[in-house]
């Protein structure tokens, strides 16, 4: 498992660094002439392993945070501003110019979300089109929506035309893991709504939103898409502070949610959108088929090393085929190949953070420590940038890769006898996002869907957990989640309903015919977009 490298395609080098000076504030690139901050891969381009220097990024704070807010406040201009009061097909033009720009930069993005987390090829590939492709079913659930609301509805001797309004400024964060695709699953349609927005980019694929910056400052209006870099609690605490804030979009962990939600004056009337932890199960019956669970599990645990937050955190398995499932998992485990991001068929990549070799070593130690066995051989080997998954059993309650979202390679396995153990154990989650069901009876797995039904979101029959496809729901109970996001959702959930009313008379219908004939209203409206 060596990880030193030298035969780097010639597409893939770091031959400039990126020492990104500039940022977005009010439609304007400004010169960053402060402290910076280096950014590093923890890959490594020369024969002995040191990480390598990929750039820089400015170091913001405090009076940088608050012109940025200042520029989406004036931008939304207390709901009078261009942006908001736009043209439903004004602003859908808007996205479009931006989308366009965005498709040029594919190879830069692409490689830089390589050498920034250390994601495969073929997974930064996906990760691009699939934002692209996210954009553009939004734009489309964008126009449906309007093509919906484009009507009267009368109850009562009352007219009401119902249609979606933007809620305000709103600070966006995104992951690291993600940091293109589920960045964007909150930036796009917050910004598509109507509203304005701050975003900072996440400590770790950070970088890979410079060749972004033009398209945005060209695409939307002054204020609209408000750029920073930095650290969250410099640069996202002061926002908050203000009490100005309507939206906190957050994809990330709990405790920063938290810490910044308190420090909001009003949270009565801060609206959450949160996708946060998870510690998804996967169940596996007596009855399940061992050859497509293992694979499942294979791809659910291990997926981009299972730093994703649908990521299958611990393998519950009857103790009927225990003993088969972790000989020949392990072997699936052992089996995989390790290598850079672009080299072919690579299923396991260097980690993006450099001491989560550490934290991973810490629970594989407090777990055999307190009685839990390394099944595969390879299990624990480490580098100077990854540490094989070691794949625990039997795993308890006591130990801390039971209780922790493990964010890494480390599988815990929880042997059963009866079906009510992971039940009980789900019910006293703090989590509640999704779990993997295998098995084939549907005399046991109908009360089980039953069941998991009200104590995650989404129930994967026969394979692991996954967020897509993005039009349908994604979101979780507890501690994992806080509004749904999706094409379709998260246009509902970064607005609000509201419309106009008036009552059945001469001098309203008149009025509003005049409204319609005269098109002076942006609001009140019935023509379709195609």
């Not at 955190?313 to 390790?338: C, G, N, P, Q, T």
């Not at 989560?356 to 070593?361: E, G, H, I, T």
């Not at 999706?486 to 419309?499: G, P």
Request: charged letters at 25%; hydrophobic letters at 40%.
């Amino acid at each position: 498992m060596e990880t030193t490298q030298i035969n780097i395609p010639t597409q893939f080098r770091i031959d400039n660094t990126i020492h990104q000076k500039k940022y977005l504030i009010n439609g304007e690139m400004q010169e960053w002439t402060g402290n910076t901050t280096e950014v590093f891969s923890t890959i490594s381009s020369t024969e002995s392993y040191e990480p390598t220097l990929l750039g820089s990024i400015p170091d913001m704070g405090e009076p940088e945070a608050l012109r940025a807010l200042d520029a989406a406040l004036l931008a939304y201009n207390k709901g009078q501003g261009v942006w908001p009061t736009m043209h439903v097909r004004d602003r859908i033009d808007c996205m479009e110019k931006f989308v366009q720009q965005m498709e040029t930069k594919r190879d830069e993005i692409v490689k830089l979300l390589m050498w920034e987390i250390g994601k495969s090829l073929p997974d930064s590939q996906k990760e691009f089109d699939r934002t692209v492709e996210y954009i553009r079913d939004t734009i489309e659930e964008y126009k449906q929506l309007d093509r919906d609301a484009a009507k009267f509805q009368k109850f009562d001797g009352v007219y009401a035309h119902i249609k979606r309004g933007p809620l305000g400024v709103i600070l966006c964060l995104g992951p690291y893991n993600y940091p293109l695709n589920e960045t964007f699953a909150l930036l796009i349609p917050a910004i598509i709504m109507g509203n304005t927005t701050i975003f900072k980019p996440a400590k770790y694929g950070v970088l890979l939103i410079t060749p972004l910056l033009e398209a945005f400052q060209n695409s939307f209006p002054k204020g609209v898409v408000n750029i920073l870099f930095g650290r969250g609690r410099a640069v996202a605490a002061p926002i908050m502070q203000t009490g100005k804030i309507d939206v906190l979009a957050l994809i990330g962990n709990s405790k920063s949610a938290n810490a910044l939600q308190d420090q909001h004056p009003k949270s009565n009337r801060l609206r959450l959108v949160l996708g946060l932890e998870a510690k998804n199960p996967a169940i596996i019956l007596p009855d399940a088929d061992l050859d497509l669970t293992i694979n499942e599990c294979l791809a659910g645990t291990l997926s981009f090393n299972g730093q994703r937050c649908t990521a299958l955190k611990v393998i519950y398995v009857h103790e009927y085929i225990k003993e088969e499932f972790l000989r020949r998992f392990a072997e699936k485990v052992d089996s995989l190949k390790f290598g850079n991001p672009w080299d072919n068929g690579a299923k396991l990549t260097p980690l993006p953070e450099p001491d989560k070799p550490a934290y991973v070593q810490e629970l594989i130690d407090d777990a055999v420590q307190k009685g839990a066995k390394i099944w595969n051989k390879k299990g624990g080997q480490q580098t100077h940038n990854y540490i094989w998954p070691a794949v625990l059993h039997p795993v308890t309650k006591e130990m801390r890769v039971y209780k922790e979202e493990q964010f890494g390679p480390v599988i815990p396995v929880v042997s059963f006898s009866d079906i009510q153990e992971p039940l009980d154990d789900m019910a006293e989650s703090n989590y509640g996002q999704q779990v993997s069901l295998f098995g084939k009876d549907v005399y046991a797995l109908a009360p089980l869907i039953d069941t998991l039904v009200n104590l995650v979101c989404r129930v994967n029959l026969n394979s692991s957990c996954q967020r897509g496809p993005d039009v349908y729901p994604f979101t979780g109970r507890k501690d994992s989640a806080q509004s749904t996001l999706s094409v379709y959702d998260a246009l509902r959930s970064f607005s609000v309903r509201t419309f106009v009313a008036f009552k059945d008379s001469d001098l309203n219908n008149e009025t509003v015919e005049k409204l319609l004939d005269t098109k002076l209203s942006n609001f009140v409206s019935t023509d379709y977009i195609l």
